[in-house]
Nanobody, 118 residues
């Protein structure tokens, strides 16, 4: 299968911003939906935001107004602009893609750490 490669994580102070990127490569094709999930220590992996091939977006209530997901279909890349970061946003962020033809395939990135200090 193809790969999803994330970048852009790091350490930032509360109130700061980070931009995550996720590029699909290899055998991944006909990407339908791309999204970002996050997992904090001891917690389950939850959806942060997603975007369809038509540009429809969906956000977790906790990030609405602060995070923006976007997508470059030509580059098979999805971005997550995170503004006004809070310590509770600290987690490993994972990229996800639903792709191919029915039955769709699902791929995950390796994860990138985001740490927000207070």
């Amino acid at each position: 299968q193809g790969q999803l490669v994330e970048s852009g994580g790091g350490l930032v102070q509360a109130g700061g911003s980070l931009r995550l990127s996720c590029a699909a490569s290899g055998s991944i094709f006909s990407i339908n939906t791309m999204g970002w999930y996050r997992q904090a220590p001891g917690k389950q992996r939850d959806l942060v935001a997603s975007i369809t091939s038509g540009g429809n977006t969906n956000y977790a209530d906790s990030v609405k107004g602060g995070f923006t997901i976007s997508r470059d279909k030509a580059k098979n890349t999805v971005y997550l602009q995170m503004d006004s970061l809070r310590p509770e946003d600290t987690a490993v962020y994972y990229c996800n893609a639903r792709w191919g033809v029915i039955p769709y395939k699902f791929s995950w990135g390796q994860g990138t750490q985001v740490t927000v200090s207070s």
